[in-house]
């Protein structure tokens, strides 16, 4: 089984066999002075500002990342009940962290499975 990572606070199919406690990714981003000014321009304008938009999904992604990370040096193979936060450090920088619960699960031998309903 690969790692999961579900915003639910269980993984469907298996059962939670131990529980390691709270893990997190923290990433801090600031944007360049280039991608600043572009941003400033287009916020004169309306709209998307796809600039930040692609530095905070590389954030979250990269915050997971860590997340995971942390996850397994704790034991887990799974962490339930994921979120993100984000918040900003002065006027040029964002931080974003991804958090949740680390446990371990396995397959739970007490529900069936792939049962067709046919």
């Not at 994921?82 to 974003?96: K, Q, W």
């Amino acid at each position: 089984m690969d790692f999961q990572v579900v915003t639910l606070n269980y993984v469907p199919g298996k059962k939670i066999v131990k529980n390691f406690g709270s893990t997190f990714g923290i990433v801090v981003r600031s944007r360049g002075i280039g991608g600043n000014i572009v941003a400033g321009l287009r916020s004169l304008f309306g709209g998307e500002i796809k600039e930040y938009s692609e530095m905070l999904s590389e954030a979250r992604e990269h915050a997971i990342q860590r997340l995971v990370e942390n996850a397994k040096n704790l034991g887990a193979n799974a962490v339930v009940d994921m979120r993100f936060d984000s918040s900003d450090i002065g006027r040029t920088m964002t931080e974003v962290v991804a958090y949740g619960t680390a446990v371990l699960v396995e397959d739970d031998s007490s529900k069936p499975q792939n049962v067709s309903l046919r």
